[in-house]
């Protein structure tokens, strides 16, 4: 009875600066919630063989696979740009699974327990936070979006203390690693040179094997960071998603969505959403994810100066023009985005107000993002009587010149639409729905929202409902769920 685990061990390779052996701390009684068994397909697992209580047992961390040699990994950040070592203080990475020899995956449990960069918490992580970044990580995912992933759920069958008795939970993460900003951050900070070089060296190797021979590593890897991270963050304005706690520990270096805490996503268009209790200043709203993302990447750029040149000066200026690159190519990528979004093609001075002038009415109207594009696409939405707007019906006009200008036909513009704009979104309150159920042992809406969210290019029946523009609206928060 083989599940197919390989694991090899890479980063447990490093030294004691990079992170401290620990294992697991095992659980009173654990349950199994969830099992994401298309992801263990494109791992090579196979659990299909393995009962409940065994599964239990192995997504807790009670019974670990053979070939692992669990780690904390040690990592700081800047936490809304305050500067703190942190360090996985209840996450435990078992290790890395190998599929076909060549491609590496973390598997790492989140909620596992104390480890010493726990700071005073208690290791442990909750029912509903862990199933959230469940389902909004598929959700990211299904949508073509980097990020990592969710293999299972399990309740631990233990209380974890928070405002109140809450159930606990360990999520078991997949990734390509978890190389982090703040990864870079905490290595700079101990000014041991040797050591940067070797965490250059090991990333480079493990995510950018094109510049392993280069002159200019370090510059040419912030370089690749930066073009992946500016996709990444064009992809989260694509489809309205605010990751919320955009701190720089929660930035992984492969280009993934890593760390869903607050994150949710936009309903009506307002670039100053904030849907985070704890963000009082906006500072991770929807519209300030590029400007974070270029300040993050400047943190970054920083732990490399070192190895960029010897000389700080000739380092700082070329690590400069390196970073303020970064609006040109957001602009670039935002633009050819959005016209994506609206099926265009061909170049066209004016696309850009075209664009602004559809996004500054859904502002003043105060319209849903992601129904919007739908109703231009054709598709029935949950309120049509908003498009009847004059304003809309002449903007819509200008659109539809613009649309046919290129000599392309509207099934061809349609399909590039239908290609990059969700039909269906994690709806907050379906997301809430789904976790208050769960809470309560029903998982029945949970599998349901995930089913629906694994789809959202495609046309399903009966969704309408998860097409509704959250009615918690102005009022839904989120928490960062510790
Ligand atoms: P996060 O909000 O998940 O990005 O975590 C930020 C930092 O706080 C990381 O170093 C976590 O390991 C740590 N942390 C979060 N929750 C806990 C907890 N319950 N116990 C120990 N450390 C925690
Ligand atoms: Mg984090």
Redesign the pocket.
Known sequence: MTIGWHFDNSYSKLSNNFKEEIKPTPVDNPELVILNKELANNLNLDFSKIDKKKLSEIFSGNSLPEGTKSIAQAYAGHQFGHFTM??????VLLGEHLVNKNKRFDIQFKGSG?TS???G?????VLGPMLREYIISEAIHALNIPTTRSLAVVKTGEKVVRESLLQGAILTRVATSHIRVGTFQYIAATQNIDDLKTLVDYTVDRHYPEIESSKTKALDLLNLVMEKQCQLVIDWMRVGFIHG?M?T??MAISGETI?Y?PCAFMDYYDPKTVFSSIDKFGRYAFSNQPSITKWNLTRFAECLLPLIDKNQNKAIELATNKINSFEKKYQEKWLNMMKNKLGLFGVDKKDEFLIQDLLTWMHQKKVDYTNTFCHLMGEETQNEKIYEDKYFQDWKKRWNERSTNNNNSREKNIKLMRSVNPIVIPRNQKVEEALEEANLNNFKLLNQLVEILNKPYTKQENISIYQIPSILNEKYQTF?G?
């Not at 918490?121 to 992580?125: C, I, S, V």
């Open positions: 942190l360090g996985d203080g209840r996450a104390k960069f726990s700071r918490g208690d290791g442990r992580a706690v701190n520990d929660n760390d805490g960062c510790t």
